[in-house]
């Protein structure tokens, strides 16, 4: 009995090593038509279904609310996760959300230096972000089933690090525009990818 246990110990270790040996990265851009460039920013480029169990982040990521803006534009974060609204301006913000997956929540408004927050358990949600004090503002929360996904840069550029080695799906979400998913194969060498959007 302790032979077979002691034996599925070190197959366990063998297979996290052979993972982790030829674990990888995905990088590339997004492109657009010329006068849609804008959209280059703010694009979530995700793995979307990964094998495992994955725990949401120990620390809650932050929004922020300043200058009468939602910083980050557009969030993505693993399922489970609970995102943190700090209001950094001197009147008073509201969040809430009308959507059904973000279980149509509304925090409330508060003034300047306080937080409050929501947990998103939905996979697949992709909740618009709102204050109704200023209808001018918007933000959305992508939410994923693991933890391989990255958001562009003004530029289009993205980069997802310590992918397992397999064979996945990878797909992009923008809130204007589609691309569509490609089938991507990591094994220790980068991998390179351009997603070509439009409307």
Same mark, same amino acid.
């Given at each position: 009995?302790?032979?077979?246990?002691?034996?599925?110990?070190?197959l366990?270790?063998?297979?996290?090593?052979?993972?982790?040996?030829?674990?990888?990265?995905?990088?590339?851009?997004?492109?657009?038509?010329?006068?849609?460039?804008?959209?280059?920013?703010?694009?979530?480029?995700?793995?979307?279904?990964?094998?495992?169990?994955?725990?949401?982040?120990?620390?809650?990521?932050?929004?922020?609310?300043?200058?009468?803006?939602?910083?980050?534009?557009?969030?993505?974060?693993?399922?489970?996760?609970?995102?943190n609204?700090?209001?950094?301006? *001197?009147?008073?913000? +509201?969040?809430?959300?009308?959507?059904?997956? /973000?279980? &149509?929540?509304? !925090?409330?408004? $508060?003034?300047?230096?306080?937080?409050?927050?929501?947990?998103?358990?939905?996979?697949?949600?992709?909740s618009?972000?709102?204050?109704?004090?200023?209808?001018?503002?918007?933000?959305?929360?992508?939410?994923?089933?693991?933890?391989?996904?990255?958001?562009? *840069?003004?530029?289009? +550029?993205?980069?997802?690090?310590?992918?397992? /080695?397999? &064979?996945?799906? !990878?797909?992009? $979400?923008?809130?204007?525009?589609?691309?569509?998913?490609?089938?991507?194969?990591?094994?220790?060498?980068?991998?390179?990818?351009?997603?070509?959007?439009?409307?």
């Amino acid at each position: 009995m302790k032979n077979r246990i002691l034996n599925k110990i070190i197959l366990l270790l063998f297979l996290s090593a052979y993972i982790n040996m030829y674990a990888g990265e995905i990088k590339g851009h997004i492109e657009t038509d010329a006068n849609k460039t804008k959209y280059k920013a703010y694009c979530v480029v995700y793995i979307e279904k990964a094998d495992g169990n994955f725990k949401p982040p120990a620390k809650n990521p932050e929004m922020n609310q300043k200058s009468l803006v939602f910083t980050p534009r557009v969030m993505p974060v693993l399922v489970g996760t609970t995102v943190n609204f700090l209001n950094n301006d *001197d009147v008073l913000h +509201n969040v809430f959300s009308p959507d059904a997956c /973000a279980d &149509k929540f509304n !925090l409330g408004s $508060w003034k300047k230096g306080e937080i409050r927050s929501h947990k998103f358990s939905q996979t697949g949600c992709r909740s618009v972000i709102l204050c109704n004090v200023h209808p001018e503002m918007e933000a959305y929360v992508v939410v994923l089933q693991n933890p391989y996904f990255s958001s562009t *840069d003004k530029d289009g +550029n993205f980069s997802i690090k310590n992918v397992p /080695a397999g &064979k996945y799906t !990878l797909k992009v $979400w923008n809130e204007k525009l589609k691309g569509p998913a490609q089938e991507i194969t990591v094994s220790g060498a980068k991998v390179d990818v351009v997603f070509k959007l439009a409307k």
